[in-house]
């Protein structure tokens, strides 16, 4: 529809809710003489007289009453647009699907979420925390808008990674532990003796280990294991033993175990899972941005070589 067939329809429209030509100018600021052109245009447009002039007023047609009908519900329309429009300025599309592994669906980014809805109180959220293969079979189905999770090998292509951080693995210790006043651990000071919390053999954080550490002397005392560092470090904090977990999650810990580094080391490699060639909703966007944020703010807390991406 023309710009000029939408002015038409509006002095059309104030006319019929105001029954004078002058009236309606004055609701939409403009001159009588402009109304009265614009609805007489309108009229020879569609070939139909829409109102007769009753006692100084105008009174429409009963195609006028019905062009009427027609036109209310356009309006209405447009003013439901419109205020469409204003709410996802102000608070991006009411919805935000994530999916995320458990390194950083345990304590990161439910934190970072609580803080996007004090920002963007309409915003509703789904956030589903499984494996980094299931979360990038969740991004390519559609069932997320955005996904965290560790590289993994055939990823479709109809889906982009772009690196989000990369950190560096780091030792949990219980409080008052006798290694925890040494500045870095080496791999013979994790596994000589104490009970060991390692992760399971479905993290393949699992196998980067058993490279890094397979050189040493001494092979580790596993007492338990979890595919869970958030359960590692609980049951650190217990006691029960030391672990090497990533350094998101033992930030979250912080205080509650002793996080120490460890030379050598092995990396994380956080990603961020999205459908190639979408654009982004302002709320993904700000929630990203949020994110990336967050992992910045524990490599320089916690003092770590780690890299995080910046957008």
Do not use: W
């Amino acid at each position: 529809m023309s710009r000029v067939r939408i002015r038409q329809l509006e002095a059309f429209h104030a006319v019929l809710k105001t029954g004078s030509a002058t009236r309606a100018a004055e609701l939409l600021r403009i001159s009588q003489p402009s109304v009265s052109k614009l609805v007489l245009d309108l009229e020879a447009d569609i070939d139909l007289r829409l109102f007769e002039r009753v006692r100084r007023r105008l009174v429409p047609t009963p195609e006028g009453r019905r062009l009427g009908q027609e036109v209310e519900g356009l309006f209405l329309q447009l003013s439901r647009i419109e205020h469409l429009g204003n709410e996802m300025r102000a608070k991006g599309i009411g919805g935000l699907r994530v999916a995320t592994l458990p390194a950083l669906g345990f304590g990161l980014v439910p934190h970072v979420l609580a803080k996007l809805r004090h920002v963007h109180p309409g915003v509703s959220a789904v956030l589903t925390v499984a494996p980094s293969q299931r979360v990038v079979e969740m991004v390519a189905a559609g069932e997320a808008d955005i996904g965290f999770a560790y590289p993994v090998p055939g990823t479709p292509s109809t889906l982009m990674r772009h690196p989000l951080a990369i950190l560096p693995a780091v030792a949990a210790l219980p409080r008052g532990h006798r290694l925890a006043r040494r500045s870095v651990l080496r791999p013979d000071d994790l596994f000589s003796g104490d009970p060991f919390i390692s992760l399971g053999r479905e993290d393949r954080s699992r196998d980067n280990m058993d490279v890094i550490f397979g050189k040493t002397s001494v092979a580790p005392q596993i007492v338990i294991e979890t595919q869970f560092a958030a359960v590692a470090c609980e049951l650190v904090a217990s006691g029960a033993g030391i672990a090497l977990i990533d350094a998101v999650t033992a930030n979250f810990y912080r205080g509650r175990v002793v996080i120490k580094p460890v030379n050598p080391t092995f990396n994380f490699d956080f990603g961020t899972i999205m459908l190639a060639g979408q654009p982004q909703s302002s709320i993904v966007h700000d929630f990203l941005q949020a994110v990336t944020a967050a992992l910045q703010a524990i490599i320089v807390a916690s003092q770590l070589p780690g890299k995080s991406r910046r957008s």
